[in-house]
C-alpha cells in the first residue's frame, strides 16, 4: 500500500471511529433523557402535528426537511397501528381516534422517534462526509497538492462540528455536512460543469431549508458558481439561482403556506436576539471568550490565519469573496447579545477549511525536513476535538440530581397533588386536567400573546411603545403564534385521552425566571410567595428556603441540588 492510500485508510479509520462511537452513545445505547433539548423535541413534534394542520414550530431555523421526515415517521406508525387493530374498527372515525392516541403516546414517550430522526441523521452524515473524503483525495488543486489534502481531511473528520452534539440534539448536523461537501467543491475546483452546477443548487436549497442562517453564505456561493463557470458565468448563475429556489421550495414548502412565519423565524429571530439583553461591549465577548474553552482553540487562530494568508496570496477573486462573507458573517453574529453555538455554524465550518489550508501552508513553510511539526500540530486538533466528542457524550450520559427528583416524585408523592416545580422537572410530570386548564387559558390569553410580539419585534427592549390588543392586526396571529397553537393541541389531546389510562397525573404549575415566550410559567418571586401562602402542597427547586427543611434533597450528582419542599398544615 503506497504511503498516500495509507494516509487516506487512516482518515477513513479515524472517522469510522468517531462516527461509531457517535452512533453508538447517541442511538444505540442513549442516556436517559440526556439529550433531549427543546429543540429536538420540537422539531419532532412540528412533523408529527404536521398531520393536525399545525403550522411547524419554528423559532430561527426551520428545519423543514428534519420535520417532514418526521412526519413520514409518524405516518408510518399510524398505518402500522390501523393495520393492527383493523378488525377492532368500527367505523370511519376509528381511524382518527388511532391517530389520536398515537400522538397522544408520543407525547409521554418520544424516543422512538427521536432516535429514529438520529439514526438517519448520523447516517447522512457518514454518507456525505464519505463522498467529500472522496473529492478531497482524488481532486488535483494547487491547494490540495503534496500534504493539502489530508490536512484538510483530518480536520473535517475530526471536527466537533459534525461528530459532537449537532448531529445529536440539533438539525444542524445535515445542513453542515452539505455545506462542508459545497464548500469543498467550490474552493478546490478550477470549473464547475453544468451538472456540477445543478447538483450544488440543489445541495444548497437543502442546507437552507435545513438551517436559514445559511441563507448569508449566498453571496460566497453565488459568486463561486460566476466565477467558476467561465463565460458562462450570467447564464449559471440564472440556472443556479432557479434551481435553488425550487430546491429551497421542495425542502421548505412552508414558505408559501405559512410566509409571515418563514419570515418571522428570519427576521424576528434576528431582532430577538439581537435586542435580547443589552451589551456592554460592541462584540459579545462573553461568546467569543468560549472558543478557547478547547485548548485546541489556541492552536487553531494562527492556523485560520495562515489559511486566510494563503488564500489571500493567491490573488483568487472567490478567496477573498470567501474570506469577506466569513469575515461580515462573523460581525453581525458577534453583535447578538444572545449568541448559541448553532448561530455561528457557518462561520465555524468555513474556518475549518481555513485551518486545513493553514496547515498546508505551515507544511511548506516548515520543508519536508520539518514536517513532523506539521502533523504534531495536526494530531494536536484531533486529540483536542476527540476528547471534546468524548467529554461531551461523557457529560451528558451522567445521571443527574433532577433526573433522580423526577423519578422520586412520580414514585412518592400521591397523584394530583399541587405542585409547584422548576421547568427542568415539571416538564417530565404528566399533568392534570386543572393544570391542563390554565395552560390552555395562558396559551389563548391576547396579553401574554401582545408580549410575545413585542419581544419578537423588538420592543420589549428598545421602544417604550407597547401593543394592545385592539391595536394588534389579525394578521400577527400568522406571524408569531405557530407555538400557540401546537401547544393548545397538545394540552387537548393530553385532557381527551388522559383520563383513558393510568398514569400518575399532577396538578402541577412550573416556574421560570422569564414567561414572555413561555405563557403559563410563573415568575420566581410570585412562585414562592404563593407557596408561602399555601397555595401549593410541594415546591421542587433548587433555592433553599429559608426557615423550612425539605423533606427530601437530591445533591449527590454534579449538577444543582434538587429541594422538595412540603407546605406547613394551615392553621384553623
Not at 62 to 68: D, M, T, Y
Not at 116 to 127: P, S
Not at 163 to 174: D, G, K
Not at 524 to 534: C, I, K, S, T
Amino acid at each position: 500500500m503506497g504511503e498516500n492510500k495509507l494516509r487516506s485508510f487512516y482518515l477513513y479509520t479515524l472517522f469510522a471511529v468517531l462516527w461509531g462511537y457517535c452512533f453508538f452513545s447517541g442511538v444505540i445505547s442513549p442516556p436517559f433523557l440526556s439529550y433531549y433539548t427543546f429543540d429536538e423535541s420540537f422539531i419532532v413534534d412540528s412533523g408529527v402535528f404536521l398531520w393536525y394542520g399545525i403550522t411547524p414550530r419554528i423559532l430561527d431555523w426551520p428545519a423543514s426537511p428534519s420535520v417532514l421526515m418526521y412526519g413520514v415517521i409518524f405516518g408510518c406508525s399510524v398505518f402500522y397501528d390501523l393495520v393492527a387493530r383493523f378488525s377492532e374498527l368500527t367505523g370511519f372515525l376509528d381511524a382518527f381516534v388511532v391517530m389520536d392516541k398515537a400522538a397522544y403516546a408520543y407525547l409521554f414517550d418520544r424516543e422512538p422517534y427521536l432516535l429514529a430522526g438520529r439514526a438517519v441523521q448520523l447516517l447522512v452524515v457518514l454518507w456525505v462526509m464519505i463522498l467529500t473524503l472522496r473529492f478531497l483525495f482524488r481532486r488535483e488543486h494547487p491547494l490540495l497538492a503534496g500534504p493539502g489534502r489530508y490536512c484538510v481531511a483530518l480536520l473535517l473528520v475530526s471536527s466537533h462540528l459534525v461528530l459532537n452534539n449537532a448531529t445529536v440534539i440539533r438539525p444542524e448536523a445535515i445542513s453542515a455536512v452539505f455545506f462542508i461537501y459545497i464548500l469543498c467543491r467550490l474552493l478546490f475546483s478550477e470549473q464547475l460543469g453544468r451538472s456540477e452546477v445543478i447538483t450544488l443548487s440543489v445541495l444548497f436549497g437543502l442546507v437552507a431549508a435545513e438551517r436559514l442562517i445559511f441563507l448569508f453564505m449566498t453571496p460566497l456561493f453565488f459568486a463561486g458558481i460566476f466565477l467558476l463557470s467561465g463565460k458562462d458565468g450570467r447564464k449559471a448563475v440564472r440556472i443556479s439561482l432557479g434551481i435553488f429556489l425550487l430546491a429551497f421550495l421542495a425542502f421548505c414548502p412552508f414558505v408559501l403556506t405559512d410566509p409571515l412565519i418563514i419570515s418571522k423565524a428570519f427576521f424576528g429571530g434576528i431582532l430577538a436576539k439581537v435586542n435580547d439583553s443589552p451589551m456592554g461591549s460592541f462584540f459579545n465577548w462573553k461568546f467569543i471568550k468560549t472558543y478557547f474553552d478547547n485548548p485546541a482553540g489556541y492552536l487553531a487562530l494562527p492556523l485560520t490565519f495562515l489559511g486566510l494568508y494563503r488564500l489571500w496570496e493567491s490573488r483568487n477573486l472567490f478567496y477573498r469573496i470567501v474570506a469577506a462573507n466569513w469575515l461580515l458573517f462573523l460581525f453581525l453574529v458577534l453583535r447578538s447579545s444572545k449568541i448559541y453555538d448553532p448561530h455561528v455554524l457557518p462561520a465555524a465550518l468555513i474556518n475549518l477549511l481555513l485551518m486545513g489550508i493553514g496547515l498546508k501552508k505551515l507544511a511548506d513553510l516548515a520543508g519536508p525536513k520539518r514536517e513532523y511539526l506539521v502533523w504534531m500540530a495536526g494530531i494536536t486538533v484531533v486529540v483536542g476535538e476527540a476528547a471534546m466528542i468524548a467529554g461531551y457524550h461523557t457529560w451528558v450520559r451522567r445521571d443527574t440530581n433532577e433526573y433522580e427528583a423526577i423519578r422520586w416524585i412520580r414514585k412518592e408523592i400521591p397523584g394530583d397533588s399541587k405542585l409547584l416545580v422548576n421547568m427542568g422537572v415539571g416538564l417530565f410530570l404528566a399533568p392534570n386536567d386543572a393544570a391542563l386548564e390554565r395552560r390552555i387559558a395562558a396559551t389563548d390569553n391576547a396579553d401574554n400573546q401582545l408580549r410575545k410580539l413585542g419581544y419578537l419585534m423588538g420592543l420589549n427592549q428598545v421602544s417604550k411603545s407597547r401593543l394592545n390588543a385592539e391595536e394588534m392586526p389579525l394578521s400577527a396571529s400568522a406571524f408569531a403564534f405557530e407555538d400557540e397553537s401546537l401547544f393548545g393541541l397538545q394540552y387537548r389531546l393530553l385532557r381527551k385521552y388522559g383520563k383513558m389510562e393510568e398514569r400518575k397525573r399532577f396538578d402541577a404549575d412550573i416556574y421560570v425566571d422569564d414567561n414572555t415566550l413561555f405563557y403559563h410559567g410563573i415568575l420566581l418571586p410570585e412562585a414562592l410567595d404563593r407557596f408561602q401562602n399555601g397555595e401549593y402542597q410541594y415546591m421542587v427547586t433548587g433555592e433553599a428556603l429559608g426557615g423550612k427543611t425539605p423533606v427530601k434533597e437530591f445533591t449527590g450528582r454534579d449538577d444543582g441540588p434538587i429541594r422538595i419542599y412540603k407546605a406547613s398544615p394551615r392553621s384553623e
